[in-house]
């Protein structure tokens, strides 16, 4: 409490030299300052306002025209828009899938008590990101896969040369064994196995 008194007894350069006890004793702010702020609050809606448009303008009429659709029939409240210009920054397909889910927990009686709109927005948010990271997954193999197979090529081409070269089969397993045992990376031992058991199995079962 004396910490309390103390900061609010202490003068202010931002305040004029004013504490805040002092602004607080100092009465009615005056008419030209009820006016700037006023004037201030008004810009501040007005900008809000003009953002909201601007989100409007650039939001897929189809994904609003179902938003405003399912809002109306789920019985949603969103009397400024806010949460369905939220929703419907969202693709197409994130957005009817998150409906059908939300309509699907109604229905079923899982949806938690007193849910309103924002509900809503978290499920088609959470299908899209689950769909982001699929997405991102999937790109990821395939940029492992593209690195292994070049790692492959000149593992196939030395076994080529090494079958070419070497007709004994035994010397052949024997070799393939000795490039495995050798081998520092994982995907170059598993290719020199997987040549061992290829060169077993192309053999007679009586030869294995």
Not at 27 to 37: D, F, K, L, R, V
Not at 43 to 69: C, F, G, H, I, S
Request: hydrophobic share 40%.
């Amino acid at each position: 409490m004396t910490c309390l008194r103390t900061l609010n007894h202490k003068p202010s350069k931002n305040r004029g030299g004013l504490s805040r006890v002092d602004i607080y004793q100092s009465g009615a702010p005056t008419p030209e300052q009820a006016e700037q702020a006023r004037a201030a609050l008004e810009e501040r809606v007005k900008q809000q306002e003009t953002a909201r448009q601007t989100l409007v303008a650039r939001q897929d009429p189809v994904v609003r025209a179902l938003l405003d659709e399912a809002f109306a029939r789920l019985g949603l409240e969103d009397p400024q828009g806010n949460i369905r210009a939220a929703i419907a920054r969202y693709p197409l397909d994130h957005v009817v899938n998150g409906i059908a889910t939300f309509e699907g927990k109604r229905r079923a009686g899982t949806l938690p008590k007193g849910v309103d709109a924002r509900y809503l927005l978290g499920i088609v948010r959470n299908i899209s990101q689950q769909d982001e990271g699929l997405g991102i997954t999937e790109a990821l193999i395939a940029a492992r896969l593209e690195a292994r197979d070049l790692l492959l090529v000149p593992l196939q081409r030395e076994l080529a040369s090494l079958e070419s070269h070497l007709s004994h089969v035994p010397d052949l397993i024997k070799t393939f064994i000795d490039r495995a045992t050798n081998a520092d990376r994982l995907v170059d031992r598993l290719f020199w196995l997987t040549a061992v058991v290829d060169s077993i199995n192309a053999q007679a079962s009586e030869t294995h």
